[in-house]
């Protein structure tokens, strides 16, 4: 079973430029997330998705920062315009969510180390 | 006082010693609890989750959980160095939100 892909690995933008990121999730999984990693911390949550609806973007900067998530699979994330703070690992996950209750286990795709110049 | 925390370490252990990662964590709402491992400059990876207070075990890995007193833990038997990574404490917050502690780094000693 294919884990989470992301893309781009790697990229480096001067402040000021747009930037966007891509997940594509394991199949079937239904919820997905994007996180931002600074170095040395743990990822902190940017945006939930179930399906296509945003569940929780609470801690989503929204004055310069956008997602989607069309059809229920793929997802974009966007920053326009970056800041120089804006420079960090960014990471996608995905989860089965079920009807437990309980929080399910997300599997990370490898990231997007974003370095903004 | 945040929500899930961690020593950050580093935390240094000689091979073929046991390894005891600490977590705290704040909201006595939290149901689910894991733990992730990550190797400099790669993405977080799962070693066990645990729902119910007590020991679960799964190979060299044992988590602990206390939910009185908002504690989790991992012990990794055994340690190797292939162990050396940070260790993530994840804590649900409501329905399918994890908060992540910032994670103890581990190096295991030949």
């Known amino acids: 079973e294919a884990g989470v892909v992301q893309s781009p690995r790697y990229k480096i933008i001067e402040k000021k430029q747009p930037v966007a990121f891509w997940c594509n999730p394991i199949?079937?999984?239904?919820?997905l997330y994007w996180y931002l990693q600074n170095l040395g911390q743990g990822p902190e949550l940017l945006i939930r998705?179930?399906?296509?609806?945003?569940?929780?973007d609470s801690q989503l900067p929204k004055d310069r920062f956008s997602a989607e998530r069309l059809k229920g699979v793929d997802s974009t994330l966007k920053i326009q315009p970056a800041e120089l703070g804006d420079s960090a690992v960014y990471l996608c996950a995905s989860s089965l969510t079920g009807t437990s209750g309980r929080t399910d286990t997300q599997y990370f795709g490898p990231g997007t180390r974003l370095t903004v110049l | 006082q945040k929500e899930v925390e961690q020593n950050s370490g580093p935390l240094s252990v000689p091979e073929g010693a046991i390894a005891s990662l600490n977590c705290t964590y704040s909201d006595r709402g939290s149901q689910s609890f894991f733990w992730y491992r990550q190797y400099s400059g790669k993405s977080p990876e799962l070693i066990m989750f645990i729902y119910s207070n007590g020991d679960k075990e799964d190979g060299r890995f044992t988590a602990q959980l206390n939910k009185a007193s908002q504690y989790v833990s991992l012990l990794i038997r055994d340690s190797q160095p292939s162990d050396s990574a940070t260790y993530l404490c994840?804590?649900?917050?409501?329905?399918?939100?994890?908060?992540f502690g910032q994670g103890t780094r581990l190096t295991i000693n030949p």
């Open positions: 199949s079937g999984h239904n919820t």
């Open positions: 994840a804590v649900s917050q409501g329905a399918q939100k994890l908060v």
């Open positions: 998705y179930e399906n296509e609806e945003a569940v929780d």
